[in-house]
């Protein structure tokens, strides 16, 4: 039996266009990064935490986007660097909070202002280990996209690219200023910039801290 209040997107490049009545908005669109923390810390330091040295470290993952407006804006919502957005005026994409641990069970949250879809050309959501080996499988990351009535969208980061820290995991794209598209990416890249590249978003990168 299909289960209606759940969709699943399980192969690159499978899609879905979030539904809404006639008439009504979509409202806010809620993006959720939730993971497993295996592993307890140890007192290696930070040189060890820095250097990857210390495998019996936790996992920090973080959530963000790179977001493009319709009026050719482009920039990027994530902890890193405090740049945590606004959900009522532009980019109307906001992150709250920083789970440095992946034990709470509201993991990360990126909210998306569904009503703003004239003003939202694209976002590209991605997760990047900003603490911890870059061990995807232990990290066993999920994404779930919920908005109002409809179903929810779930993404599960499955296809994994141990080494390399940073995962672009799905692509939501503005259609016809109507509603938006939700495409599984799930890719591997070594950093920020190189995915940059990938998606053809052309920002200038540098070193940052939260």
């Known amino acids: 039996m299909v289960n209606l209040s759940k969709i699943e997107l399980t192969k690159k490049g499978q899609f879905v266009n979030l539904t809404k009545s006639q008439n009504e908005e979509i409202g806010e669109?809620?993006?959720?990064?939730n993971w497993?923390?295996?592993?307890?810390?140890?007192?290696?330091?930070?040189l060890s935490s820095l250097f990857g040295t210390n495998s019996k470290g936790g996992i920090d993952l973080d959530l963000g986007c790179l977001y493009e407006m319709t009026d050719?804006?482009?920039?990027?919502?994530?902890?890193?660097?405090?740049?945590?957005?606004s959900l009522?005026?532009?980019?109307?994409?906001?992150?709250?909070?920083?789970?440095?641990?992946?034990?709470?069970?509201?993991?990360?949250?990126?909210?998306?202002?569904?009503?703003?879809?004239?003003?939202?050309k694209r976002v590209l959501v991605y997760t990047f280990i900003y603490e911890g080996v870059a061990n995807w499988a232990e990290a066993d990351g999920?994404?779930?996209?919920?908005?109002?009535?409809?179903?929810?969208?779930?993404?599960?980061?499955?296809?994994?690219?141990?080494?390399?820290?940073?995962?672009?995991?799905?692509?939501?794209?503005?259609?016809?200023?109507?509603?938006?598209?939700?495409?599984?990416?799930?890719?591997?890249?070594?950093?920020h910039q190189d995915m940059d590249k990938a998606y053809n978003w052309g920002l200038s990168w540098r070193s940052g801290r939260k």
């Open 29 to 33: 669109i809620l993006v959720n990064l």
């Open 36 to 46: 497993n923390q295996r592993t307890e810390r140890n007192s290696g330091g930070f």
């Open 72 to 85: 050719g804006s482009k920039s990027c919502v994530q902890a890193l660097g405090n740049a945590f957005g």
């Open 88 to 120: 009522h005026s532009a980019p109307f994409i906001e992150l709250d909070g920083d789970d440095r641990t992946g034990m709470s069970s509201s993991g990360e949250n990126l909210r998306i202002n569904g009503n703003k879809v004239r003003d939202i």
């Open 142 to 191: 999920i994404a779930t996209i919920n908005y109002g009535t409809g179903p929810s969208i779930e993404v599960r980061l499955s296809e994994h690219r141990n080494g390399k820290n940073m995962c672009a995991i799905a692509m939501i794209e503005n259609v016809n200023n109507e509603t938006f598209k939700v495409e599984r990416l799930v890719e591997y890249f070594k950093g």
